[in-house]
C-alpha cells in the first residue's frame, strides 16, 4: 500500500460565542485538514487548529504539501508512524503541522486494519468523557447568562477564562458560583495572564468559591512563578501552555510547578507526542488532562480517542471544541450528551467527512 495523494485543507468556521482569552481575541486563523488517499482506496483523515503557537493556516498548509507530503509518498510502509516522524527529524519544531499528519495516519492504520484508533493506544478505559464547557472573556451579565445555559444543557463542568483584572475575575468566579450553585465544578484558566504576585493573592481569595483547578496562571516560561503558585496554592493546578512537550512534564514534575498536566495533540506533534507526555506525566505522578484547541469534529475524535486510552486521565476535559463553533465538517456530529462526551466508534477516528460542508467552509477553492 502506497499513499498516493497528500492534502491540506485550510477552512475556517466562525464562533457561535463571542471569545477572547487572557492573550487576545485574535483567533481567525482557522484549521487545516489532512486527507491521505492510498492506492486501495482508503484515506485517512486529520485535523488541526485552532491555535497554532507559532505556525501560521497558510504555513501549515505548506509544510504539509512541500515538505511533508513527499516524504509520506515516498514511504514504503505508511503505516509506520514512527518511520515518518524519523525522516522528519530534521524539519524542526513545526509541531502542530506534523500532529495534523500523525492524525491522519493513525485514522489511516486503525482503517487498513479494521479497528478504532484508540485500540492502537492500548485499548479503551471510557467509553465516554467527563468535559467541561468554556466560557471565554466577556461581559460579567453574559458570562452568567452563558453559565446558566450550560448547565441546563447539562454540563456540570465549567471553565472559565480569566486573567486580565484580578479584582473583575474575583467578582466573576463569585458570580458565577452564585448563579450555577454548588453541585457545579468551576475551573478558571489565566491562559498566562497573571504574574505570580498577582496570581496568588487573587487565587487564594477565588479558592472561597470551591474551584476543582487553576490553569496556567503564569506565563510559560516562568518555571519559578509556577512554583510558587504549586506551593501557595490548595487548589490543583494545571499547567496548559506551559507543557507542550514530554520533556516539559519533566521538569515541570522536578520543579514542583504543576499539580496536573493538559495534553493537547498539536504541541507534542499529535498522538504520538501526546503518548510520551502520558507515559512522562504517569511516571511522575501528575494526572492529565486532554486539552482542546478548538477544532472541529476531526481533531475532537482524535482527543476523544486519546482520552479514551489515557491511563492517568483525571476526571473532566474540556474537548467542547464543535459546540462552540456555527457549523462542522462531519456528516454525522459528535454526540455530546450529559456533560460528556461520546467516544466515536467504528475504525479509524470513528467519524467520516462531509465533503460538501468541507467545500464550503474551506478558503482556498481547491487551490492553494
Known amino acids: 500500500m502506497k499513499i498516493i495523494n497528500v492534502e491540506a485543507i485550510p477552512v475556517i468556521i466562525p ?25 486501495t482506496g482508503i484515506c485517512g483523515i486529520g485535523e488541526i487548529g485552532r491555535f497554532f503557537e507559532g505556525e501560521s493556516q497558510l504555513g501549515i498548509v505548506n509544510s504539509i504539501l512541500n515538505f511533508m507530503g513527499p516524504t509520506l509518498m515516498s ?3 505508511p503505516l509506520n508512524i514512527n518511520k515518518f516522524h524519523e525522516n522528519l527529524a530534521s524539519l524542526k519544531e513545526n509541531r502542530f503541522a506534523k500532529a495534523a499528519v ?26 465516554k468523557i467527563r468535559v467541561c464547557q468554556s466560557i471565554g472573556i466577556k461581559e460579567l451579565k453574559t458570562v452568567l447568562e452563558d453559565a446558566a445555559k450550560y448547565v441546563s444543557d447539562g454540563f456540570s463542568s465549567l471553565k472559565v477564562k480569566i486573567g486580565v483584572n484580578p479584582k473583575q475575575d474575583l467578582l466573576l468566579v463569585s458570580q458565577i458560583r452564585k448563579v450555577v450553585g454548588s453541585e457545579i465544578e468551576i475551573r478558571v484558566d489565566a491562559n498566562q495572564g497573571y504574574s505570580s504576585a498577582e496570581a496568588i493573592p487573587t487565587l487564594k481569595a477565588m479558592e472561597e468559591f470551591n474551584l476543582s483547578l487553576i490553569e496556567q496562571p503564569v506565563p510559560l516560561w516562568d ?3 509556577m512554583k510558587k503558585v504549586c506551593a501557595a496554592i490548595d487548589t490543583p493546578i494545571l499547567a496548559c501552555e506551559s507543557a507542550r512537550t514530554p520533556e516539559d512534564v519533566y521538569n515541570l514534575a522536578h ?6 498536566i493538559n495534553i493537547k495533540l498539536g504541541r507534542p506533534r ?10 512522562v506525566s504517569e511516571a511522575c505522578g501528575l494526572p492529565v488532562t486532554v486539552g482542546t484547541m478548538m477544532e472541529m469534529g476531526v481533531g475532537t475524535a482524535a ?8 491511563s492517568p486521565l483525571a476526571d473532566t476535559c474540556d474537548c467542547t471544541g464543535p459546540t462552540l463553533l456555527e457549523g462542522d465538517i462531519l456528516k454525522e456530529s459528535l454526540m455530546f450528551s450529559d456533560g460528556y462526551l461520546i467516544v466515536p466508534q467504528g475504525v479509524g477516528l470513528g467519524v467520516e467527512l462531509d465533503e460538501e460542508k468541507l467545500d464550503y467552509f474551506r478558503i482556498d477553492n481547491g487551490k492553494v
Open 15 to 39: 464562533f457561535n460565542t463571542e471569545w477572547e482569552i487572557a492573550t487576545g481575541s485574535n483567533y481567525g486563523n482557522g484549521y487545516v485538514v489532512v486527507k491521505l488517499q492510498t492506492d
Open 75 to 77: 514511504m514504503e510502509d
Open 102 to 127: 500523525d492524525i491522519a495516519l493513525y485514522d489511516l492504520k486503525a482503517k487498513v486494519l479494521g479497528i478504532p484508533v484508540y485500540s492502537l493506544l492500548g485499548g479503551i478505559y471510557r467509553e
Open 223 to 225: 518555571m519559578d512563578g
Open 255 to 260: 520543579n514542583k510547578a504543576a499539580d496536573m
Open 270 to 279: 499529535g498522538i504520538t507526542g501526546a503518548k510520551k507526555m502520558e507515559a
Open 303 to 310: 482527543a476523544a480517542h486519546f482520552a479514551a486510552a489515557c
